[in-house]
């Protein structure tokens, strides 16, 4: 069992910048793909980024490729994602995923965190 903690959400500015960060617990981290989705009202959960065990393979949504970067620390068992120019529609939960398989697929995210609200408005 995995247990996901997020944190860092909070309300910012359009054009702001957030990083959220999510610590795993467990001793085989570094084998995880692991992957940012998010949940807004009355929207279905959707992709944000992941990013493969050894930290080489990153993959982005096109609604937040060139402002948002993934990255881990295995080392902490964490990874982060850095949330820069954002727009009120990123305004959303952010949530963290593991996927024990390393595959990156949607569908193999077994372990979620319970998110963190990130709002961006005036």
């Known amino acids: 069992q995995v247990q996901l903690v997020e944190s860092g959400g909070g309300l910012v500015q359009p054009g702001g910048s957030l990083r959220l960060s999510c610590t795993a617990s467990?001793?085989?981290?570094?084998?995880?793909?692991m992957g940012w989705f998010r949940q807004s009202p009355a929207k279905e959960r959707e992709f944000v980024a992941t990013i493969g065990g050894g930290g080489s393979n990153r993959y982005y949504a096109d609604s937040v490729k060139g402002r948002f970067t993934i990255s881990r620390d295995n080392a902490k068992n964490t990874v982060y994602l850095q949330l820069n120019s954002l727009k009120p529609e990123d305004t959303a939960v952010y949530y963290c995923?593991?996927?024990?398989?390393?595959?990156?697929?949607?569908?193999?995210?077994?372990?979620w965190g319970q998110g963190t609200q990130v709002t961006v408005a005036s």
């Open positions: 995923a593991a996927d024990p398989r390393n595959t990156l697929l949607p569908s193999m995210y077994i372990y």
């Open positions: 467990g001793r085989t981290f570094s084998g995880y793909g």
